[in-house]
């Protein structure tokens, strides 16, 4: 595998990490794959574990400490965007004070913004937009919302609030961001 080549697998794995670690669900790490270590066919499938000092598990510690310290991320409701720059939006909320199963929790919205072109890419949205996978309650709930300002918690990018409470961004190539909105 070329360096390139390499460089573009790692970008592809910290995608991915990012996307499952904003999805509903146990986010799964397979063996190794935090050193960055490759498989192929039997019998070449892993070799035995070695630390290598990846920066992907740098950035998995990360995704970890972020995904337990938020409410929003493990037990929130999920709405799904994307744009025509390819631009796929995750957004998890809590609001009313209660999660998807019902049970008390801090309000909350968290989104999760992914790049996957080779080139840098543009995202707009508003919170009233957003109704993919929503249950009726929390589509009534973001109607009534408009973002104030936003928090970037992870990865590289960069996003402000309009003055209308139009949210607008800028991705690197083949990166994500993770930001809290602030209503």
Do not use: W
């Amino acid at each position: 595998m070329s360096k390139l080549e390499e460089a573009r697998g790692e970008a592809r794995m910290r995608l991915a990490y990012g996307l499952v670690f904003s999805l509903p669900g146990i986010p799964c790490i397979y063996y190794g794959d935090e050193q960055g270590m490759t498989g192929f066919k039997d019998p070449f499938n892993r070799e035995p574990y070695v630390e290598t000092g990846s920066k992907l598990k740098k950035e998995l510690t990360n995704l970890v400490r972020l995904r337990n310290s938020s409410a929003a991320l493990k037990r929130g409701a999920m709405s799904l965007s994307y744009n025509d720059q390819n631009v796929i939006l995750v957004i998890r909320s809590i609001q009313a004070g209660k999660d998807v199963f019902g049970d008390a929790a801090k309000d909350g919205i968290i989104v999760s913004a992914f790049n996957p072109n080779e080139e840098a890419s543009e995202f707009d949205f508003r919170l009233e937009e957003l109704n993919d996978g929503l249950q009726v309650e929390d589509r009534e709930n973001l109607r009534a919302l408009v973002a104030k300002d936003i928090c970037l918690l992870l990865g590289d990018g960069s996003c402000q609030v309009q003055k209308d409470g139009e949210i607008v961004g800028r991705i690197p190539a083949m990166q994500y961001m993770i930001f809290e909105v602030m209503i």
